[in-house]
């Protein structure tokens, strides 16, 4: 089967599969309008793009080999096309009454319906004439129910008689007509109200059932000039005039949609995944944690991610390259795997385009767990504190609701850490992202967690900003600040800056070789731009050959030492023996910076030594890491650093547990 290029933004055809799992909602109300009484006039509700048409496509599709059900299908919106909302108004109510009156076999009695009809329509459309074009359904409509009321009792009666002769007649097995109207919420607002206050006036025949197709919010609107805005003192006005048309509401379930299988479905045609595809429990946390369960958002989000696919071919072949991370020489893959990629890249398009301010953000600064109250500051100027009604409220007063809303969210999950209150601050002063800010913590979390996982967290701004480099063909925020020319080799840095730190790097592992490391002098730099890398335990360090802890280096800034528990032998208290050392160790290493134990993840153990001037240099490379590499005074202290206190650190970390390896022959499981 040939690989799709795109979605089509179609309803799904009569027939088909919809892959969002909501064919017992379909079989019920097929079930339903099939043996309901009549007149009944049902609102398949939804709001744009959630999949109405293609619902009622399915009902039109299981009537079809009804032989005793007449169906008529209006299109609103095509009657509005190149008409007046009144020419288009009259045109719909013309169109059902002909659809009807072809089964009629009574010349007179189709004459008469024809010249009834005809002349309460030419008078509304005199009406019509008498006002500025393209805004008077609503006056044709009450023109058509009050003035000539009497005459609409007449045609109404007759298209009863009509009705339930077609149903009477031997040679002609209809006993239902079922009149579909789609659309409607493509219609400014008012006229859509017009139509439909007309069809329920005119069409409340015996043996008819209605299926429209429309948004509350749209009837809503329309219902403004009458009620006003709506707030909860009038909202019932709103929904009584709702349900004085509609007698079975229908809501476009939505919350029930198998968002991971219609996901996959499409990314699966567009050849973007292979066998199952991505996890769909997985799908469906991020597709609702941001763009939403609508059918057609989810459309636009796969052709973004068909334009990206393509992207990225031609631009390997024009490379001559593959896609794929870069190796280094001792085998380890860099990074995160090519599934992984996929849905980070899938996750951040998402967030592009249902957030693109926070996209905007990470785009600044893709290591988003460094976000802090100054990247807060940098966004804000603490705009998100004088939020509020300034004619009633004094900004000590505006000050000190944000406040203590703010202490108030701290004390949630969602923003209990520096860079999730910093995304809190950021997401206040937006009406449209203050409300959905939970959301965005919790999507980041998931990506942050879930995805990359502990292990890589001093990956996350590369990883995040090397897929970012992809998205961003199918952005549409400002381009105020450009596009760098990126390196082939990194794909989002330079290419002069990809050549400074690869030297740079070689220089600094070339020196702790030298200086007789086992871990750190094993590795080449490799081609890649990232900042930070991981080493594998050579089998020889340690008697127990099975026992391989992990190493890491942040160039500049940090050493690390890193043991998954689930690989200690359950004899071994390895979180007691940890902790007992930590002490120790820190005062050793104190010429040398700052050693950390950390055990926030129960599961993996780590100490961390950080350089003495951490703060001060990790600013400056956040402002522009090609500044440290080029200064020379910079450049020399972090390759002596890393040469003296790399050696001591792996030493001391190899020696100490050579010797809990001595006291119990082996420590792995």
């Avoid at 089967?1 to 892959?19: R, T, Y």
């Avoid at 335990?537 to 026992?547: I, R, Y």
Wanted: glycine share 6%; hydrophobic share 35%; proline share 4%.
């Amino acid at each position: 089967m040939a690989q799709a290029i795109g979605v089509v933004d179609e309803p799904v055809a009569p027939g088909a599969s919809d892959n969002l799992d909501i064919n017992t909602h379909a079989v019920s109300l097929i079930k339903f309008i099939d043996q309901t009484n009549t007149p009944i006039t049902v609102g398949i509700q939804g709001e744009w793009g959630s999949g109405k048409t293609s619902l009622i496509n399915s009902i039109h599709h299981a009537f079809d080999s009804n032989d005793t059900v007449k169906q008529i299908w209006i299109n609103s919106w095509e009657y509005s096309l190149l008409s007046t909302p009144e020419e288009a108004l009259l045109k719909i109510v013309n169109r059902i009454i002909d659809e009807l009156l072809e089964s009629d076999t009574d010349v007179g009695r189709k004459e008469a319906i024809k010249e009834g009809a005809g002349k309460i329509f030419r008078g509304a459309l005199r009406v019509g004439a008498q006002v500025a074009l393209g805004s008077e359904a609503a006056k044709v409509a009450n023109e058509l129910l009050e003035s000539s009321s009497q005459s609409i009792s007449a045609l109404r009666q007759q298209l009863t008689d009509l009705v339930k002769d077609i149903g009477n007649r031997p040679s002609n097995p209809y006993k239902k007509v079922v009149i579909y109207v789609d659309d409607l919420d493509r219609i400014e607002p008012r006229n859509a109200v017009a139509i439909l206050e007309l069809l329920k006036n005119i069409f409340s025949v015996p043996r008819c059932v209605f299926i429209l197709a429309i948004d509350y919010q749209v009837v809503v609107k329309g219902l403004e000039h009458k009620f006003g805005k709506q707030t909860p003192e009038n909202e019932w006005e709103f929904r009584a005039f709702f349900d004085k048309i509609i007698q079975l509401p229908f809501m476009m379930p939505m919350g029930q949609y198998n968002i991971g299988k219609y996901v996959n479905s499409l990314l699966l045609d567009i050849g973007f995944v292979e066998g199952e595809g991505l996890d769909d429990e997985a799908v469906r946390e991020i597709i609702l944690r941001t763009i939403g369960g609508n059918p057609r958002s989810i459309k636009r989000l796969v052709n973004s991610v068909s334009l990206i696919q393509i992207f990225s071919e031609v631009k390997a072949a024009d490379t001559g390259s593959g896609d794929e991370q870069e190796k280094d020489t001792d085998g380890e893959e860099e990074g995160i795997s090519s599934e992984e990629e996929k849905f980070l890249l899938f996750s951040l398009l998402c967030l592009q385009i249902a957030y693109p301010p926070i996209y905007s953000l990470l785009v600044e600064e893709p290591d988003f767990p460094k976000w802090d109250d100054n990247f807060a500051f940098k966004q804000t100027n603490r705009s998100e504190e004088r939020i509020g009604d300034n004619d009633r409220l004094s900004p000590e007063d505006m000050k000190k609701i944000f406040d203590e809303e703010f202490e108030i969210s701290k004390l949630s999950e969602d923003f209990n850490e520096d860079w999730e209150q910093a995304l809190y601050r950021i997401c206040y002063g937006r009406p449209r992202l203050k409300p959905r800010a939970a959301d965005i913590s919790k999507f980041l979390s998931h990506i942050k967690d879930e995805l990359i996982g502990e292990e890589k967290q001093d990956e996350i701004g590369t990883l995040v900003a090397d897929v970012m480099s992809k998205t961003s063909v199918t952005s549409v925020t400002s381009t105020d600040q450009g596009q760098a020319q990126t390196s082939t080799k990194s794909k989002w840095a330079t290419e002069e800056q990809v050549n400074h730190l690869a030297t740079f790097k070689s220089e600094v592992l070339s020196s702790m070789k030298k200086s007789g490391s086992k871990i750190y002098g094993i590795r080449n730099p490799g081609k890649s731009f990232s900042w930070y890398m991981r080493f594998k335990c050579p089998p020889n360090v340690f008697s127990d050959p099975n026992f391989k802890p992990g190493w890491a280096i942040n160039f500049f800034l940090d050493l690390r030492f890193v043991v998954t528990v689930e690989e200690i032998d359950d004899r071994i208290k390895i979180h007691e023996f940890f902790k007992s050392n930590f002490q120790n160790l820190k005062s050793e290493f104190s010429n040398y910076g700052d050693l950390s134990f950390k055990d926030s993840n129960p599961k993996i153990l780590e100490y961390s030594l950080l350089r003495k001037n951490y703060s001060e240099i990790k600013s400056m490379e956040k402002k522009n890491v090609t500044d440290l590499v080029e200064n020379d005074e910079h450049r020399k202290d972090a390759i002596q650093w890393s040469t003296d206190a790399g050696i001591k650190f792996e030493n001391v970390i190899i020696k100490l547990f050579q010797e809990l390896i001595n006291t119990h022959g082996s420590i792995s499981r």
